[in-house]
């Protein structure tokens, strides 16, 4: 896989390396903002799909957590939202990221990143699902976003 995706880079139209400054980015300082991706979703959790809230007595009775139901109607997030903004300490925050989210934040913090290996380093993930996949579509976040994974 990883020999297939050096040769996706290799053959990609543009510069992988160059992010949305237009300025490149080296392979030591997307490695470093992938490192810290990896710390990150380690400390915090990693989540299939983005995750606001979670209502502890809702999850138990159901085994599954409300806010990831698709099938929510406007009416039911607002409420949602009304009772963690009035009883906050029942309700407990889902801290976990996604893999977008991830990225993004290690680009926003400074220490590791910007948003220049944020997206660079996406670039490169995408090629390695493609490698993976066999797909020249293939997408990292959307992949990860799959309803399989976990």
Not at 75 to 82: G, N, T
């Amino acid at each position: 896989t990883l020999n297939t995706t050096q040769e996706i880079l290799a053959q990609s139209i543009g510069s992988v390396w160059i992010g949305p400054s237009g300025e490149e980015s080296t392979g030591e300082a997307v490695a470093r903002h992938l490192e810290a991706t990896v710390t990150l979703l380690d400390k915090d959790g990693w989540s299939r799909l983005t995750s606001c809230f979670l209502d502890r007595d809702e999850e138990q009775a159901s085994g599954a957590n409300p806010a990831d139901d698709e099938s929510l109607t406007v009416k039911q997030m607002i409420r949602a939202v009304l009772r963690f903004l009035h009883d906050g300490p029942d309700i407990e925050l889902d801290l976990r990221r996604t893999l977008d989210d991830a990225l993004r934040h290690v680009g926003e913090d400074g220490g590791h990143g910007d948003p220049d290996t944020a997206r660079v380093a996406g670039y490169v993930l995408d090629r390695l699902i493609q490698a993976h996949t066999g797909s020249a579509n293939a997408r990292a976040t959307a992949w990860a976003e799959r309803h399989t994974r976990t």
